[in-house]
Every structure is written in structure tokens, then in C-alpha cells.
């Protein structure tokens, strides 16, 4: 499809980005010929239909083309395109001729097409985009679907010949960073990576504005020599600064002009904040000196009918739900999302962990760490662009190296030292992390670590995991280790049943009771509260999501289901735990409607004070067993009873039945089951 670029308000001296979201064909690389090419708009998957319980989930590669009219008077400019997340693997040609290749399938990649365009004609462009995995791609071990395309967008770039760098690591081109913060005055560096075709000075302007608008700093320098690959670094200093924090996510605007200042040859603008991170000997993590106690949820990448082709509407829908929990901190799993769902994370203040795709799945045969220069040079890449692309958001507070790694065949400690290492030398006002679930000298590499726990799901019972913090907190070995706590496990809504404890020798991955869930993250909530020796919990997962090497193509552990529509019940768990702002009054098991047994106990959870429950109208005596959880005592039950739940302030109910033949129908179903077998 031909684009045509309006060129009316383009100055010769300015930068304007320009969106390249329509005007897609699509095809797949083994179709016969692109005669039968679908018509799309960005972003886009080829497995859309892979997120239904029974769709097909493809591991192929395809095609994305298009054409852009390039005016002829833009000669003399230069053209880039900025490709914002292509799964996982993507070869980009211009009129037929090779643009470059991008490998790895969560951050951006821009290519500079200037000597390859046609100008005042149409110019054809092509991405060859493979999701298959590769052995020198990191993941090469993944829980997550990959599920391919061009799922973000892509932009088309027009500059002047002396600019700030949208080739470094594509990036903004400046990294704002804070050295020294107190109460009366904020100190750092903005670095800025300049980009000339040839051999120039350039003058270079910084204005930093206060959250208020007001200009607060401004400086300029000389660039005698420009070096694409070291940045200009020009220091700053700010009096009475507003820092960034979770209550108030105060932020700044950092403009940065090429040339004159009042007429420009090129602009970059960034919003960022100001604020320092650090842990002390007691285990707490502080923002600004202040210490934060870290509720967080992990998160992927995709949901129901959408695969990873997210929209900003979606991601504003997720951050509502993560608000509503009262969680203070979400984790990008295994990999970062769009750079706008940290756009609105910095405005919410809502704390982020970014992995990097270093990780495994928990498949005996597969192999996470490849020891070989290409899968090494890979990851380090993949690093530097999650750093550099994600550098200005004040609410990325660490970086993560990896995430439970296999320790068994080549050892991986060498190469995550040399990934860690590298994050501290591009980054070391940040912490990194870790996620694991082995001992070994693997945790002692991050400056944190997150200790990723399931005791009490395929051995013992929950509750063990009281002993387990009380023999970490008692380990001198363990005693220098910085450590939170992650935890989670499957459970399905529409797997309703009275009797719920695991099937031995391990438990059944297509049965999933969502009870056996809710008192999973029941007793983990109480015992893990009680331990206060974490710096941070994290919930695993705060929704489900693809998942085609699983049963029924999901991983279930999320407290929302793989639509972001339903609420499990474990999510009112720790809405009436984490969230204080609004209150909590939730009856549990309300789904485990119809029930075999005569004798009945009622669970709920509750923000504000005891609840009061009835039975039929009839009041019933409940005790608090665990913060924010009542139980109530046996009562007796026939037929359909409303049972009711009341505070001051809320009221909720549910509906149950008691059907006493229903054991015996499910006991003869089952033998009939067996029997066929």
C-alpha cells in the first residue's frame, strides 16, 4: 500500500516522527506466493487464535511489507525506521536490500536507511520476521508463548545531518542520571550520544523544567568531536529538587537541542525524576531514604484475543487492576513491555523490576544457557537495550539478570557475573536482581535476589513454608544475601470441587482446582507476613497467560484469569491485605457453589474489622485466623442457603447448595471413567 508523507509543515531543521502502524500485507514465508496477502495494521500476531483454549499456536516466519512515497525534496535529510518490538528475530530490507537484523523479540531496534531510500518515488519495505527459537537468541527456555510478528509499532524518522543518536541501543540518546539527592539540592550527569555523517562540532543545549514547568537549569556546551559510541556528558544541579517517590511521583522534563537554541537542528525531550535506591543491613529497600515495603505482582505479556499485541487501553486496563490489588510494584517477566506502560508507571509511582530474557522453563529437557560466543553476545546485547531504553523511567528501580536458571551441564555463574557486571557499569544507581529456585553460589552474584518458593504444592503443606524462612533467617551463610520472596501457583475457576488436596505422586496439570489455590496463597500470605524478613513478596502471576507448552495453553497461576476479566479469589486476598486506600469485604469459595456435605465453614476476608456473617438470617461466630482472614465455625446446612457478610462500611453475599447425592454421583462417574479406561 503506498504511503504518501505530507511534507507542509516539515522545517529542513527539525525532527518529525512519523507512524508507520498501516498499510501492512501480510504472509506467510511457506505460502505459495503473496498474491493471498492479508491486509493488517500494527500491532500485530500471527496467533491471535492461539490464545482460545484451542487454538493453534505456530512457530514460523512471515512477511511484513509496505510501501513509503519519499519525497523528493527530503534529499539531504536523514531517514531512520524504529521498529519498537518485533518477535523474535527480524531481517529488514529496503527496495530489496538488506537494512540490518535484529534478534530478540522484547525491545527496539532502529536502522538508519538514508543511502538505500529513493527519493520522490515509492520505496518498498520488507521485515522477514522468524519466532522460532534459536539457539543463540536469548530465551532459548521460555514458559511464555512467543508469539511472533510485528506487535509494535513502527516509526518513521526524519532529521536534519547533525542530531542526538537514535542509533544507541535506540534509545532517547540522553540518560539522565542522578548522583547525589538531598532535601536542598539534586546533583548528576546527562549523557547525550550525538550522531554526525561527517567529522563536525555541534553545540549542544540542556534545560531541565520542574514538574511545575519552571525552568530550573540550563547550560550549553561545545562538542568539538563527535564519537556516536561515547556520549557528551554535560553535569547538572538543581536546588529545593521535588524527588520522585511511590506517594508522589514528581517529574522532570529534560529538553536537549542541537545547534541554535532558538532554531534547532535537532530535539530530543525526556521525562524522568530524581530519586536514590538503596537496601540497608536490615533488609529494606529505600526510596529516597525512606524505607518501602515491596508488594509486587509479576506480569507478562499477553492476554486473551489479543496475544502480545497490546494496546495502551490494555495496558491502562491491566495498571487499574494492579492499582485495585494495592500492589506498589509490578515485574516484567522475563522480558521489559512497551515503553509506555512505564510511561504510566512513572506518573502512578508504581515500582518496576525489568528482566531480561535469561530464564528457564521448568521442561527437563531444555537447555537455558547456551556456552557459546553467540548466545553470550546476544544477551549482553539484549542487556544493553533494556538498560539504554528504559534508562530515564524513575519507576524502574533493578534490573533483572536472570531468572531461575539451571545449574546442571555448563555453568552459567561465569556469564552472569559478566551480565551483572555490565548493568553496574552502565547503570550503578540501580540494583540488580535475580530470580531463583536453587542454592548455589548463583544468588550471591546480584545485589538482590528473589528466592522463588512453591513448598507445600508438589511436597508438604503450605504451611512449611513457615519452617523455611525460620531455617533462612537462622542460615549465617545466607545472613549477607539481600532477599525477597516469590511465590504462586495454578488454579482454575471453572474447577469447582470439594475435595481438592494434590494427586501423588504429583499433581495433575490439568486439574486445578481453584481452592487448592486460594489455600496455597492463604497460608504462604499469613506465614510469609509473619516472617518479616523479606525486603519484597511477589505474586506469581498477577494474571494468567499463554502458555502452549501447558495444559489447556495457559499458565493458570495468575490471580485474574488469561481475559483480565475474572477475579480469582486469592486477588481479594491481597486486595484486603495490600490495598488501604479502599476497603475489602470478600465471601471466598463462592464459586464452589454446589456442595456435598451437610456441615459447612465460611472463609472471608476483610480490610476493616470483623465481619459479621449470616446463615439462612441466622448469625454465625467467626475468629480471625490470619491478618485480614475470618473463619468462621461449623454450621449446618440443607439445600440452598444465601450466606451473607456485613462490616460497616460493606456487605457481600453468596448463594450455595448443599446436595448430599452429589458425592455418590461423582464417586459412580468416576467409576464409570475408570472402567472405560
Known sequence: MLMILSTGNLAASSREVYSLNDGWLF??????????????????????????????????????TRELYIPEEWRGRRLFVRFDGVQSVADIFLNGRHVGEHRGGWTA??????????????????????????????????????????YRGVELIATSQNIISPLHFSSDGVMVTTSRLTAERAEGNIDVYLSTPKEASMNVNVRIFSPSGKSVFAKSVRAAKVDPARPLTI???IDDPSPWSCDDPQLYRVCVTVGDEQSPTDEVSVRTGLRRISIGDDNRLRINDSIVDVHGVNMAHDRAGVGSAM???????????????????????????????????????????????????????????????????????????IIYQNYNHPSVVMWGIFSQLWQKGDDPLPY??????????IDPTRPTVACSDADGDLNFVTDLVVLRQNIGWYRGT???????????????????????????????????????????????????????????HERYAANIEQSGIFWGVWIDNMFDYGSSRRAYGQNQAGLMTFDHKDKKDAYYLYRALWNRRQPTLYISERRWNMRQDSIQQFKIYSSEQM????????????????????????????????????????????????????????QQALRTSVSRK
Open 109 to 150: 531496534f532502529t536502522f538508519e536507511i538514508t543511502d538505500k531510500v529513493t527519493f520522490g518515488a515509492n520505496n518498498t519495505l520488507l521485515a522477514v520476521v522468524s519466532n522460532a527459537y534459536r539457539n543463540d537468541v536469548l530465551p532459548t527456555s521460555s514458559d511464555m508463548n512467543l508469539y511472533g510478528g510485528i
Open 416 to 425: 552472569v557475573r559478566e551480565l551483572n557486571a555490565l548493568a553496574k557499569r
Open 462 to 520: 503450605p504451611d512449611d513454608v513457615a519452617v523455611w524462612c525460620t531455617q533462612l533467617a537462622g542460615n549465617p551463610a545466607w545472613s549477607k544475601l539481600h532477599y525477597g520472596v516469590c511465590y504462586g501457583e495454578g488454579g482454575s475457576i471453572d474447577q469447582q470441587t470439594d475435595e481438592y488436596t494434590r494427586a501423588e505422586p504429583r499433581p495433575n496439570t490439568r486439574w486445578l482446582p481453584e481452592r487448592r489455590q486460594t489455600a496455597f
Open 611 to 666: 465481619p459479621l456473617l449470616l446463615v439462612g438470617g441466622d448469625t454465625v461466630t467467626v475468629r480471625e485466623i490470619s491478618p485480614c482472614q475470618y473463619l468462621s465455625d461449623s454450621v449446618v446446612m440443607h439445600g440452598y442457603n444465601r450466606v451473607e457478610s456485613r462490616t460497616e462500611k460493606q456487605a457481600d453475599s453468596i448463594g450455595v447448595t448443599i446436595d448430599n447425592a452429589l458425592k455418590s454421583r461423582r
Open 311 to 385: 494496546r495502551t487501553r490494555h495496558y491502562d486496563e491491566d495498571l487499574s487492576l494492579v492499582a485495585d490489588l494495592g500492589a506498589n510494584a509490578l515485574r516484567s517477566l522475563t522480558a521489559p513491555h512497551d515503553s509506555y506502560l512505564y510511561d504510566r508507571c512513572d506518573e502512578l509511582g508504581l515500582m518496576v523490576w525489568i528482566d531480561m530474557p535469561l530464564t528457564r522453563a521448568q521442561i527437563l529437557s531444555d537447555i537455558s544457557y547456551f556456552a557459546t560466543d553467540m548466545f553470550r553476545a546476544n544477551g549482553r546485547e539484549q542487556l544493553q537495550e
Open 27 to 64: 504472509f506467510f514465508k511457506q505460502e505459495a506466493d503473496s498474491d493471498g496477502a492479508r491486509h493488517i495494521t500494527l500491532p500485530h500476531t500471527w496467533n491471535l487464535d492461539a490464545t482460545a483454549s484451542d487454538g493453534v499456536y505456530l512457530q514460523t516466519t512471515a512477511n511484513y
Open 235 to 237: 553535569p547538572f544541579a
